[in-house]
């Protein structure tokens, strides 16, 4: 089923593409049919400059379980990171919501 | 020996779409001087895929003269999962100017000499509820196919939105062409049940339609480079779309 589940996410950091490195400044991750993964649905992930639009996206696009995975993973590594950094996460954000 | 109109051609064309706008669009012709009938593939959501062109030339193989616009042009100049991807962070393409593409693509392939005139559609997912809305917005289609199509029927406004406005479901007494439908039992959109209503609905209207459901058969089960590629209902509804072809478009 084509969803329409896009939920976009203001980042701050740089993303490494086809032409190298670039900041991105917003990430969509959207669930829907994959354009190559071999699944019928995945959990897509595009970091886009939406300042520049002639910059590339970096995208992904991963099954189910395995973006849970890693969802899950990027929180543990990020918080036992933080804990070593001293650095104080701000609670969650909440998703700007869906388009 | 492979049956079938085994020396197709097959390009990318320019066509006049929605408001005037030049859009690239998919064609394949099988070879000779018709008359041919046409057909306007209209792809899914994740945009204008190899998948997608792979439809255009089966329909040429099958002696349908066949056209897939890219819906998501006006996104730039880029690769087709590119634009695609633009396009869904802007929530999509908004129907009415979807419908105006898909005209453009019929206007193109009656143009073409040797055509019999006659223009179908055939849509996959969100292509096949642009077909749904197809039979009844697009003029002069001669018949459609909307192979599960999702959110035909929309019970939570909150899947409204200005690109899509209104459930196509309210459309269905404009109808004015013979409707197939192609749907996998075990599909969550549309459900069964949802399909049952859509068929009660061509029913109270009068409309002429044909909707086939597989069992063991999901969303999307015609693509090849799915998981949910279910090849034997596929090859039977495949036989039901070019039966239904053969009726109302030669």
């Given at each position: 089923m084509c969803t329409n589940i896009t939920i976009r996410t203001d980042v701050e950091g740089s993303a490494k593409g086809a032409q190298g490195w670039f900041r991105v400044d917003t990430?969509?991750?959207?669930f829907d049919h994959p354009f190559h993964a071999p699944f019928d649905h995945?959990?897509?992930?595009?970091?886009?400059?939406?300042?520049?639009?002639?910059?590339?996206?970096?995208?992904?696009?991963?099954?189910?379980?395995?973006?849970?995975a890693l969802a899950v993973n990027i929180l543990r590594a990020l918080e036992e990171g933080a804990a070593e950094a001293g650095i104080e996460l701000e609670p969650a954000m909440a998703a700007e919501g869906a388009n | 020996m492979c049956v079938g109109y085994t020396g197709?051609?097959?390009?990318?064309?320019?066509?006049q779409g929605f408001n005037g706008d030049t859009i690239e669009a998919y064609y394949a012709t099988p070879p000779g001087d018709g008359p041919f009938p046409g057909v306007v593939v209209i792809h899914h959501m994740p945009g204008w895929d190899e998948w997608t062109c792979e439809v255009v030339r089966k329909l040429a193989h099958h002696g349908y003269r066949a056209i897939s616009p890219h819906l998501y042009s006006r996104a730039g100049i880029g690769d087709a999962d590119d634009m695609a991807a633009k396009v869904r962070a802007m929530g999509g393409v908004s129907d009415e100017q979807a419908m105006g593409d898909i005209e453009a693509g019929a206007r193109y392939l009656r143009a073409q000499t040797g055509s019999n005139d006659k223009v179908g559609c055939v849509g996959f997912c969100s292509g096949g509820r642009h077909a749904y809305l197809a039979?009844?917005?697009v003029?002069?289609?001669?018949a459609a196919v909307d192979c599960w199509g999702g959110g035909v029927i929309v019970t939570d406004p909150a899947h409204l939105s200005p690109q899509r406005p209104v459930a196509p479901i309210e459309y269905t007494d404009r109808i004015g062409c013979p409707l197939l439908g192609i749907f996998g039992n075990e599909d969550r959109n549309p459900t069964a049940e949802q399909v049952n209503e859509t068929e009660a609905a061509l029913k109270?209207?009068?409309?002429?339609?044909?909707?086939?459901?597989?069992?063991?058969?999901?969303?999307?089960?015609?693509?090849?480079?799915?998981?949910?590629?279910?090849?034997?209902?596929?090859?039977?509804?495949?036989?039901?779309?070019?039966?239904?072809?053969?009726?109302y478009l030669r």
């Open positions: 990430a969509h991750v959207s995945t959990l897509n992930i595009d970091l886009v400059n939406e300042r520049d639009a002639a910059t590339p996206r970096v995208a992904l696009e991963l099954s189910p379980v395995a973006a849970r | 197709l051609s097959a390009e990318t064309v320019q066509i039979a009844a917005l003029p002069g289609l001669d109270r209207d009068g409309k002429t339609y044909e909707f086939y459901r597989y069992d063991g058969a999901g969303h999307g089960f015609f693509a090849t480079d799915r998981a949910g590629y279910r090849p034997e209902q596929a090859v039977e509804a495949w036989g039901k779309v070019w039966a239904f072809y053969d009726r």
